[in-house]
């Protein structure tokens, strides 16, 4: 059964990301037009939530393969009901990664487009998400700082964010993964395969250095970077409902998952949706 877009409906969140999407069913086969909506959707808002969808492991999965296959984590290992999907599932032994401003899986090649995460079980209260417009961070830098940074890569490393306690301890299965994935070099300044927009493709979680600068320099600008993308204008916040779904553009934001709510629970489902090679700015 194919479900069309005549009700769907979007209300943006902020003026610079987010906005809530209804009158979609993700429990169903959605039609061409719908999915080029979602995606429309997605660019422009760069987050799209869609309350109260109770979606299961499959229809995940199913729901984010129509933009592209799925990341399979070196380390997380994908829940047994659906390839891809992995369980984020903290407790105060095992503490969440997520509580610092990152964009997904930039220690590959071609990291994802954009992820799927659904809200499983949640505490009380607490355990909100937040999203960063990296282009909205972008534009508002000086144009004689724009102009600098058009022109620099950086370099994203897998070990510079999973320590051995991300592996459960498994020094094999860490070393594998750290091999299989040597550092990368993305530009500093990514532009957006879809808008041509530019916007900033650092994060504190896996970039390392600029390549182009001597430490100190590298150092300096990414410590000012990494703060400048966590202005409150370019953010918002999502307060969380079980069965909620958030689909996210990984090629223009950064995410922050709350450490507000240990040692209550708190567990959901993510799929990576893998993406192109980043380009950055053509030089004039």
């Known amino acids: 059964m194919s479900a069309g877009s005549t009700d769907m409906s979007i209300r943006p969140l902020t003026p ?5 999407i209804e009158g979609v069913n993700l429990r169903h086969d959605l039609d ?13 808002h760069k987050v799209i939530f869609f309350p109260r969808q109770s979606i299961s492991p499959e229809q995940q999965r199913s729901f984010a393969l129509h933009f592209g296959e799925l990341h399979i984590h070196p380390i997380m290992p994908s829940i047994k009901e659906a390839a891809g999907i992995i369980e984020l599932a903290p407790t105060t032994d095992n503490p969440p990664g997520t509580d610092i401003w990152h964009t997904d899986v930039t220690f590959i090649k071609k990291p994802p ?17 937040c999203w960063s417009s990296n282009i909205a961070a972008y534009n508002a830098l000086s144009e004689p700082f724009r102009c600098f940074l058009d022109g620099l890569t950086a370099l994203h ?34 532009v957006h395969p879809v808008t041509g927009q530019k916007g900033l493709f650092v994060n504190r979680a896996f970039t390392s250095r600029i390549v182009e600068l001597s430490k100190l320099e590298s150092d300096t600008v990414l410590q000012y970077l990494f703060l400048h993308c966590t202005k409150p204008e370019f953010t918002v916040r999502w307060k969380w409902s079980v069965g909620d779904v958030a689909f ?9 998952a709350l450490n507000d709510y240990l040692p209550l629970g708190r567990i959901m489902h993510r799929a990576a949706i893998l993406g192109d090679e980043p380009r950055g700015p053509v030089p004039a």
């Open 32 to 44: 061409k037009t719908t999915l080029d909506r979602i995606h429309q959707a997605l660019v422009t």
């Open 157 to 190: 490393d897998f070990k510079h964010a999973f320590k051995l306690e991300d592996a459960h301890g498994d020094e094999q299965k860490l070393s594998q993964a750290t091999e299989k994935n040597p550092p990368v070099v993305h530009p500093v300044v990514r």
């Open 248 to 256: 996210w553009d990984n090629r223009s934001t950064q995410h922050y």
């Open 16 to 20: 610079a990301i987010g906005a809530v």
């Open 113 to 129: 487009m954009g992820a799927v995460l659904v809200a499983k079980v949640l505490p009380p209260c607490g355990g909100d998400t």
